[in-house]
């Protein structure tokens, strides 16, 4: 079956950076777009950055554009997403997901996802 394992999380100060990543197994991976969301206590869970499946197409929400870097290794099964200049608003636990089927575009919506990895968690203090 397929499964998601992320890894990376931790507890960072403002300003500082982690790298999340997302082991990937039990199909084709490079058939597959990717993307990372989160969710914050007490709030919905959001998009934060897509992935084609070739990598060469990316999406991202405003409030990371410019700080964060999605990028995947088909060769090793794994996305991977770069946080630089985090905020304390950038606090929450990280999920990456995967579609049911493959598709052309870059997914950005909650319902384009099936497959959710058990999340990791991400804070940062100011």
């Known amino acids: 079956q397929v499964q998601l394992v992320e890894s990376g999380g931790g507890l960072v100060q403002a300003g500082g950076s982690l790298r999340l990543s997302c082991a990937a197994s039990?199909?084709?991976?490079?058939?597959?777009?990717m993307g990372w969301f989160r969710q914050a206590p007490g709030k919905e869970r959001e998009f934060v950055a897509g992935i084609s499946r070739s990598g060469y197409s990316t999406d991202y929400a405003d409030s990371v554009k410019g700080r964060f870097t999605i990028s995947r290794d088909n060769t090793r099964n794994t996305m991977y997403l770069q946080m630089n200049s985090l905020k304390p608003e950038d606090t929450a636990v990280y999920y990456c997901a995967s579609p049911l089927v493959p598709i052309g575009e870059v997914p950005t919506t909650t319902g384009s996802f099936y497959y959710w990895g058990q999340g990791t968690q991400v804070t940062v203090s100011s």
């Open positions: 039990g199909r084709t991976f490079s058939n597959y777009a």
